[in-house]
């Protein structure tokens, strides 16, 4: 199979129809086989009756998965990675903003360009400002964390990947904002970038307003910027912060000490140490030190006894 269309999607009845339809001409003009994957991610409209009727009508093309309840991008996605069998996998969102026309260009930027993973860029975007402005701060947030310099939209929903990487990435909590990252720290580090056509939202409004997303984003990048650098070696960074920490304490200390006696010693009148507060900042710094030493110990602990400490990705085996 040549290519297989993952949509998640949250209340979209009304777009459903149209789109498959769109993406149905674009893969007929092409001579594509492909599959469409519908992830119904807990909608309380009839997004579900609507994927059910398309099954009906296109057994061979349309397949359909259903939430229980609302989870979130990032689980519906991960469950359509699974699902997928086509030899390029492309995302889409539901809302027909995004165009099933740049799916040729995808397509070959994957097939002939040879890329692990192309990311669409929505140069030109019908956002309001509330949601532009934030999004080229968080991208060029991700940007830098990540090291992907040519990236311009992380968030893209339109993206492009071999079926080696959808198979080899887990998409998780609300990390599907950072698949190229996580592709890249899975070592399919070949990622490129089209600029894609945005179209204005025909119906309803958008499912992904607020400030916790920006916030949640930002958490997310963290998270993985930190599991990605010292996950396997949790000791490298709690162990080092601990020890600096007590070692600097520890010098604060001595140096306390050593004053005192040397006072004591000439008869210079001193105040008490336990009255000057140097010394419990000092001391403070050890027991904080003391900790983080022991938490990079027990973190190190966990590591080596969990099941995916050698869970590494193997192209090929011979």
């Not at 996605?77 to 539901?94: H, P, R, S, W």
């Not at 090291?147 to 198979?167: E, P, T």
Request: aromatic content about 12%.
């Amino acid at each position: 199979m040549d290519i297989s269309v993952v949509i998640p999607l949250y209340n979209e009845d009304e777009s459903l129809p149209e789109l498959y339809a769109w993406i149905e001409r674009v893969m007929n003009d092409n001579k594509y086989t492909y599959e469409v994957i519908f992830v119904n991610d807990g909608s309380t409209d009839r997004s579900w009756e609507v994927i059910e009727d398309l099954k009906t009508k296109h057994p061979d093309n349309v397949k359909g998965i259903k939430f229980r309840r609302n989870y979130g991008k990032s689980p519906a996605l991960y469950c359509g990675f699974k699902e997928a069998q086509g030899n390029v996998v492309i995302t889409m969102d539901a809302d027909l903003q995004d165009s099933p026309d740049e799916i040729p260009g995808l397509y070959k930027m994957i097939t002939e360009e040879k890329y692990d993973l192309v990311s669409g860029y929505k140069q030109k975007r019908y956002d309001p400002i509330s949601k532009t402005i934030p999004t080229k701060l968080f991208n060029a947030t991700a940007r830098k964390v990540s090291g992907i310099r040519n990236l311009h939209d992380f968030n893209c929903g339109l993206k492009a990947y071999r079926k080696d990487v959808v198979k080899n990435i887990e998409v998780y909590g609300e990390m599907h904002r950072y698949i190229p990252y996580l592709a890249k720290n899975a070592g399919f580090d070949r990622i490129g970038e089209k600029v894609v056509h945005h179209q204005a939202r025909k119906y309803g409004s958008s499912k992904f307003m607020g400030l916790n997303r920006f916030v949640n984003g930002y958490l997310d990048l963290l998270t993985l910027w930190f599991l990605s650098s010292f996950g396997k070696k949790p000791m490298h960074v709690f162990g080092f912060l601990g020890s600096i920490m007590f070692l600097i304490g520890f010098i604060a200390t001595i140096i306390i000490g050593a004053d005192k006696l040397w006072a004591l010693a000439y008869g210079i009148p001193q105040r008490l140490i336990t009255d000057s507060p140097y010394f419990y900042i000092a001391l403070t710094m050890m027991m904080i030190g003391t900790q983080l030493f022991l938490a990079g110990f027990l973190g190190d602990l966990i590591s080596r006894s969990s099941n995916n400490r050698n869970d590494y990705q193997i192209e090929k085996s011979i």
